[in-house]
């Protein structure tokens, strides 16, 4: 089986600290992606990676960065964390395939800053 | 960005009843998947759906994928307290390098014992 792993399920920071979220996947995906989901918004794309040190900027970029040093780890960063940044947050990951496609998702991060 | 249209928001149902959920795009997917979320989870794959008007069942669950499409909708059929959760519908133009998938915003489905 796939495993996405996020290193914390809650975490509580705040204003202003820097923020490092973790996604670590096992499966050797050439693709990753970082969403936050908030009540009646959905799953809001933030930023994607799909090779080693490779990004794009997804929907919602602002106030965020990425770091895709390895290809199993690709990493949120909150450079300056605000309480509009309190979210759920979410790590998927994709194989490259050219037939079938299918996002594994982590179990997620529950984030809060105050 | 874009993103595919669920509604309603949320859905109340009793125990055993069936339900259906929709899914519509303004363009077209190549791709269409069902997601659902447990509270405090990470979305799991629930359908998968590859080819314009595949019908695809996975226990109590059925999708389809429109002939347009540009639509997708999920049935549930005898519904269980353990089908709580959110729906999501997402959808992919092209597999591959690069790719992105675009999501509902999902349906909170309450399940009355």
């Known amino acids: 089986d796939v495993k996405v792993t996020q290193s914390s399920r809650y975490l509580v920071k705040r204003t202003g600290e820097k923020v490092f979220l973790e996604c670590v996947q096992d499966?050797?995906?050439?693709?990753m992606f970082w969403y936050r989901q908030d009540p009646g918004l959905g799953l809001r794309l933030i930023y994607f990676s799909y090779d080693v040190k490779m990004k794009e900027k997804g929907d919602i970029p602002e106030g965020y960065s990425v770091s895709r040093e390895k290809k199993e780890r690709f990493s949120l960063i909150l450079e300056s964390a605000s309480t509009n940044q309190t979210s759920m947050y979410l790590c998927a990951s994709v194989p490259i395939t050219y037939m079938n496609t299918e996002a594994f998702f982590g179990q997620g991060t529950r984030l809060t800053v105050v | 960005g874009q993103q595919l249209n669920q509604s309603p928001q949320s859905m109340f149902i009793q125990e055993g009843e069936d339900v259906s959920m929709n899914c519509t795009s303004s363009?077209?997917?190549?791709?269409w998947l069902w997601y659902k979320q447990d509270p405090g989870e990470g979305p799991v794959l629930l359908i998968a759906l590859y080819k314009a008007g595949e019908l695809t069942s996975n226990g109590r669950l059925t999708a389809q994928f429109g002939i347009t499409r540009k639509d997708s909708f999920l049935n549930i059929s005898a519904s269980i307290p353990s089908d709580v959760g959110i729906y999501f519908c997402?959808?992919?133009?092209?597999?591959?390098?690069?790719?992105?998938?675009?999501f509902g915003k999902g349906i909170t489905l309450s399940v009355r014992p």
């Open positions: 499966m050797d995906h050439e693709n």
């Open positions: 363009s077209i997917f190549n791709t």
């Open positions: 997402a959808g992919q133009l092209r597999a591959g390098a690069n790719s992105k998938l675009t």
